[in-house]
């Protein structure tokens, strides 16, 4: 894959804007189609694309396995702590107006965001986790057998 020098060069170029449109699409979800599921799988996407033309050791230099399982743990806590959080001050689960209870609207706003957060987080480590399981594991056949 070395003299794929093109291919390398527009991958570099595109993986910015890959990541710029996962981050658009988490933080407009609320005002527009889109949200924490979209972008996570926009912004896992662009890891992929980076493993699938450098290497897996490549994207797991900048995104190691351990850090992966560890971004899984704070999307879900985001996720739950912030219904959770909610109950302890007295309000359902879920209940966005316990974030900002003298300003509702503000309070929906922040609780959409930080949920939405927390998806978008798990997500992305989600699929990033299900790649590298896949890409990690010895081939049955080698390339020349097929």
Avoid: C
Wanted: proline share 4%.
């Amino acid at each position: 894959m070395r003299h794929h020098l093109i291919l390398r060069v527009v991958t570099k170029l595109l993986i910015g804007v890959i990541m710029l449109f996962a981050l658009y699409v988490q933080f407009h979800g609320d005002y527009s189609p889109g949200g924490g599921f979209q972008a996570g799988v926009i912004m896992s996407v662009g890891f992929i694309i980076y493993s699938v033309v450098f290497s897996l050791a490549d994207v797991q230099k900048v995104l190691p396995p351990w850090f992966v399982h560890k971004l899984m743990a704070i999307g879900l806590l985001l996720y739950a702590g912030t219904g959770v959080y909610s109950m302890f001050v007295g309000y359902n689960y879920l209940d966005y107006d316990a974030i900002s209870p003298h300003h509702p609207v503000h309070g929906q706003h922040y609780g959409i965001i930080l949920i939405e957060l927390g998806v978008g987080i798990t997500v992305t480590a989600v699929m990033v986790t299900i790649f590298y399981a896949f890409a990690s594991r010895t081939p049955v056949m080698d390339d020349e057998a097929w």
